[in-house]
C-alpha cells in the first residue's frame, strides 16, 4: 500500500509539472505576440481631389474630363455603359481612403442607384491613384460589377 502512494504520487507530480509547462509554453508566446506591435498594413489617408474628380465624371459619363485625366478607352466604355444602364446615380460618397505604399492611394466610394426597372440599389467602387494615374480597381470575382 505504502509503495502505490509512493508511485501515484510521483506520477500525479510529473503529470502536473507536464501540465504547467505546456500551459506556460502555450501562454507565454501567445502574450508576447497579443502585446507586440503589429505594423499597420495601409494609413488612413484624406480624399484626393484627383479619385473625386474621377468617379464624378465616371458615374456621369462626363467623357471631357475621362480624357483629360487620361483615362483609358475601355474605363471610358465602361462610364458609358454605366450610364445608360441605369435611370439615376445619386453623387458618389466617399467611405474612405488608404495609402497603400509605394506613392498608391486606395479610396473607397459608393452611391445609390436606380435600376432601368425601377428598383433602387447601391453600388460601390475603389479608386486607384498614383504616379499620375488614377482607375477603377476591379472587384473580386464574387462580387458584381456595376
Do not use: C
Not at 15 to 25: D, H, K, Y
Not at 41 to 63: G, K, L
Amino acid at each position: 500500500m505504502r509503495q502505490r502512494r509512493k508511485w501515484a504520487r510521483l506520477i500525479t507530480k510529473g503529470t502536473a509539472t507536464i501540465a504547467v509547462g505546456a500551459l506556460l509554453g502555450f501562454l507565454i508566446p501567445t502574450m508576447a505576440a497579443d502585446l507586440t506591435p503589429q505594423p499597420e498594413v495601409a494609413t488612413r489617408a484624406t480624399e484626393s481631389p484627383v479619385a473625386r474628380q474621377f468617379i464624378d465624371a465616371y458615374v456621369s459619363d462626363d467623357q471631357a474630363t475621362l480624357e483629360r485625366l487620361s483615362i483609358g478607352a475601355d474605363t471610358k466604355a465602361d462610364a458609358a455603359r454605366f450610364k445608360a444602364e441605369y435611370i439615376r446615380v445619386d453623387l458618389p460618397v466617399h467611405l474612405g481612403s488608404w495609402i497603400v505604399g509605394g506613392g498608391f492611394t486606395l479610396h473607397a466610394y459608393a452611391a445609390h442607384v436606380v435600376n432601368g426597372d425601377g428598383t433602387d440599389g447601391q453600388l460601390a467602387w475603389r479608386v486607384a491613384t498614383g504616379s499620375g494615374t488614377v482607375g477603377i480597381v476591379a472587384p473580386p470575382p464574387s462580387v458584381t460589377t456595376p
